[in-house]
């Protein structure tokens, strides 16, 4: 099991991005979906939650700017990045609890990162 991140990417302030991640390998099902940032010399912090039946939860720094959403059957979940400013600058990080198939229980994955820079 693995998770792939892309859609990272150079914006200008006040532009938008749109980040997906894609679940892949021999899965059973997937529960909450998320994505975190880490900005250089800060603490990874959570940016937003999706569960399985959609509902969401944000960090206060993004409300209204920032939409998760997923897609159950193609084991993917996106953030639409608007309004976006130089303090959202960070590595983005996608985030899963997954039960493989065959295991009787879940686990935490981890995608790669991809570089957000909100810059003029």
């Known amino acids: 099991v693995q998770l792939q991140a892309s859609g990272g990417g150079l914006v200008q302030p006040g532009g938008s991005l749109r980040l997906s991640c894609a679940a892949s390998?021999?899965?059973?099902?997937?529960?909450?979906m998320s994505w975190y940032r880490q900005a250089p010399g800060k603490k990874r912090e959570l940016v937003a939650t999706?569960?399985?039946?959609?509902?969401?939860n944000y960090a206060d720094s993004v409300k209204g700017r920032f939409t998760i959403s997923r897609d159950n059957a193609k084991n993917t979940v996106y953030l639409q990045m608007n309004s976006l400013k130089p303090g959202d600058t960070a590595v983005y990080y996608c985030?899963?609890?997954?039960?493989?198939?065959?295991?009787?229980?879940?686990?935490?994955?981890w995608g790669q990162g991809t570089q957000v820079t909100v810059s003029s």
């Open positions: 985030n899963a609890d997954i039960k493989p198939s065959g295991s009787y229980s879940a686990y935490n994955y």
């Open positions: 390998g021999s899965i059973f099902s997937i529960n909450a």
């Open positions: 999706i569960t399985p039946g959609g509902s969401t």
